[in-house]
């Protein structure tokens, strides 16, 4: 419905899944982290780049998830990623994913410091990011 | 340009990469996996019904990569999959893969074998899926 | 020093890596696990054998993570395992992740619901584990 | 027996299975490169060292496996590593999978070209690192 609202969508591969026949945990917050860099991308903030020059480093520095649904060899995920939080220095987001027929599967959340790469010194958010974040947990919010 | 010509895409994420900046090289063979499970569910015979019902599995005895480009993150890459070969018991898909701006950047090959999943022993492919895959093998050589 | 205490250790591979040169976060819910299923081995409840006799399934419902140090390629890290909680239907495990020289790298917990695998409810844990796990956590209280 | 003979030994984790119930194609190709890091490292050439002080590059441009037996979940797995061949600008690793009663499982390889990170550029790989490879090509071949 309105411009932020951001669904990152895949399917549950062999490459997914473990020997109990359903996906494996851990692949859940690698497909959250996936949909979170795909979400940045739109927003104007590539991660790749952001990597590369050096300039500011987002480190998680916690990771949660609730599992409700097993996640099938074949099924389709929507993942629907928002802002949590945003703080000085470290901010939140969330992810829903439910099945392709509107089913609540697993919730996730990371929170992300922000961290100078050169020394590794955590450091307050850029000005610009945090208006930015901080404008979509308003639009998620329904207070816009 | 021809019904049978099928190409699978995805961005190199943060996930894909390692220390040394670039994909991890066995992630090319996940996704040339993830690749011919989207492209066999797109000929009818999805994966996940086939290894749910337990009639027939086609597990990989060879996979083969060369790599040409290191592919960076955030880089997209489409993959062009193919049937290279048919026989009695076995089957060969490649993978193309290329850079967004047509750049061959790494090829693959994986080679499945029919096994009865009861007994873990080969068998002749089902008629279908081998006139099915014969079919493709044509039109990839442009002799249709 | 006492017969519960169990350490797994591994070496900060670069297939665990990424492009930012440290452990991809989902990574230390992988190693997580592996030395989970490390330790159910030790304590005679392999989860391979749990699954393939397809008795009792222990899916992970809730699981979450600290990060405090980056974990570099090369670095050794040795996790801790325990039990931090036993209820009738679930448990909690608890992971400390710590560098060679002792500094606290990680921790993580996972929970994890005793689930019939034939119908997908979940059930009450089998007294006998129960009983093996709640030793455990009083072992690791010290309040033996 | 000899100097050289590296064995690199893991467990199939439920992390390495996929929903088939055995271990999944790529992760064959993780763990070979597992096995190739704790190598190198014995041999006083550790590769997290070498990337991070970015003096040279081996990075993989071919790789292939052959899967003789499917490697289930607890099964233990025994990885010899050998040098299969030394060229002036690239090296090609072998790895010999076998099971704990030391039945052939799967066999791999993978080839190494030397390249200066700086511009990507091939290059001759260094005096003494091709006369420590080709001593254990010897080794390996019995003719020491």
């Known amino acids: 419905m309105q411009a932020d609202a951001f669904d990152y969508r895949f399917d549950v591969k062999l490459s997914d899944t473990d020997a109990a026949g359903v ?4 692949q859940l917050l690698r497909h959250a982290h996936d949909a979170y860099e795909a979400w940045m991308a ?13 300039s500011l480093a987002l480190p998680i520095v916690h990771a949660q998830a609730d599992y409700r649904l097993p996640l099938r ?17 470290s901010f ?14 697993a919730s996730a959340s990371t929170v992300h410091a922000a ?4 020394t590794g010194e955590t ?14 947990v308003r639009a998620g919010e329904g207070a816009g």
């Open 73 to 89: 060899h074949g099924e389709t995920v929507i993942v629907r990623v928002g802002v949590a939080r945003v703080g000085p220095k």
């Open 92 to 105: 939140t987001i969330d992810y829903r994913f439910t099945t392709a027929d509107n089913r609540p599967a």
């Open 123 to 136: 450091t307050t958010l850029p000005a610009d990011l945090a208006a930015d974040l901080a404008a979509l």
């Open 115 to 118: 961290v100078l790469p050169a």
């Open 42 to 54: 739109r927003l104007g903030r590539p991660l790749d780049g952001m990597i590369r020059t050096g």
């Open 23 to 26: 996906m494996f945990f851990a």
